[in-house]
Structures are given as structure tokens and as C-alpha cells.
């Protein structure tokens, strides 16, 4: 009952985020780049990850073809990657079908991200989300310190704004791996194999 109810708040909140990009919705996400990156984005990564969690772990799939979370890890930065490109962004703005792919792809990320967690060991998920969250902070530090417009639809101060938010994002989410770990690490071994 409880699993369902979770499922269910998670399936809500994937609506809620992918309704942004609804026809009659989208002036939000096409004159804030605020809104579209840290917030809509954001959200449907989550969603993803908070609907797999809602799966019983017998019944995932594609454990043999996903050593360690290696592949799922993979998947998430090569979306995640793609997502931050600034010409990816404008295309999601100007094309509703490349929005589409945007939401789908990221709610695939969102639930490919939860299982790799839960598979790989500490040190696969330091590696691969060290990465994934020093690459956002660098960006975003880019975004919020440089003078040249990069995406198109956008205007330079809300570039600004979402770079900042994007560091400050990066900051937090690292933040609170490192204490995870570190809670995990001080439990015993085999809370760490166990802790996202």
C-alpha cells in the first residue's frame, strides 16, 4: 500500500513536470531558462528515479547487461551531457516533438540513475557521479560568469541566473552524497554496497 501510494505521488509529479512542456503551458520554460533548468528538468529526473523506486528490485530488468550500473550510468551522462548543450536547449524550446524526447528521455534517465545506484558499489557511484556533478558545477559556473549568450532563446541575465542555480544545484547535490557516504561508511561495509 505504501509502495503504491509512493508510485502514485511520483507519477504525479512526472505529470506536473512534463506538463510544462503542454501546448498552452510552454511560455514558462520558453521565457525562463530558470524554470527550464532547474526546475522542469530537475523534477523529471527525479520522477524517473522515484517510479523505479517503486518497483519491486525483483522485477527490474536488464541486470545481466548492467554490471555494476555501468550501462545505466552511462545512459544518464550521455542524456544528461546532451541536455546541458546549449543548442539541445534551444531545440527543446523552438520543437514541441524534440521537448517530447527531452521529457522522455530524461524521466529514462531519472529511473536508469536509480538502478545504477542501487547496483554499483561506492566506488562506481563516487566515480560516475563525481563526474556527472563536477561537470554541472563547471558549466554552471560558465553560464553564470560569462558575457557571451549561448543559447539563443534565451537572454544573457536569465543565462546567468540558471548557471548560478546550476552550480548551486551541483554543490548541493554533492554535498549531500559526500554525507551519505560517509553515514554509510561509518554503518560497515555492507551498508556501503547498499547506500545511493
Known amino acids: 500500500m ?7 505521488a511520483w507519477g504525479i509529479l512526472a505529470l506536473l513536470a512534463a506538463a510544462l ?9 520558453e521565457n525562463s531558462m530558470v524554470l527550464h ?4 528538468m530537475p523534477l523529471l529526473w527525479a520522477a524517473g528515479g522515484g517510479l523505479m523506486a517503486g518497483i519491486d528490485p525483483g522485477a527490474r530488468l536488464g541486470a545481466r547487461f548492467d554490471m555494476q550500473g555501468l550501462s545505466s550510468f552511462s545512459f544518464c ?4 551531457s546532451y541536455w546541458m548543450l546549449p543548442s539541445a536547449i534551444d531545440r527543446a524550446v523552438l520543437e ?6 527531452k521529457v522522455a528521455s530524461l524521466l529514462a534517465c531519472g529511473a536508469s540513475l536509480r538502478q545504477a545506484v542501487m ?16 561537470m554541472t558545477l563547471w558549466l554552471g559556473l560558465y553560464w553564470a560568469f560569462t558575457e557571451e549568450r549561448l543559447c539563443n532563446v ?4 536569465t543565462q546567468q541566473q540558471a548557471g548560478a542555480g546550476l552550480a548551486a544545484l551541483a554543490v548541493a547535490l554533492g554535498a549531500v552524497f559526500v554525507w551519505r557516504l560517509a553515514r554509510a561508511a561509518a554503518s560497515g ?8
Do not use: H, K, N, W
Open 37 to 40: 533548468m532547474l526546475v522542469q
Open 96 to 101: 514541441p516533438g524534440i521537448d517530447a524526447l
Open 21 to 29: 512542456s503542454a501546448p498552452g503551458l510552454r511560455t514558462g520554460i
Open 189 to 196: 561495509p555492507e551498508s556501503t554496497a547498499s547506500t545511493p
Open 119 to 134: 547496483r554499483a558499489p561506492a566506488v562506481v557511484r563516487l566515480f560516475f557521479l563525481g563526474y556527472l556533478l563536477q
Open 77 to 80: 551522462l550521455v542524456v544528461v
Open 154 to 157: 534565451y537572454s544573457l541575465s
Open 2 to 8: 505504501r509502495r503504491r501510494a509512493s508510485t502514485l
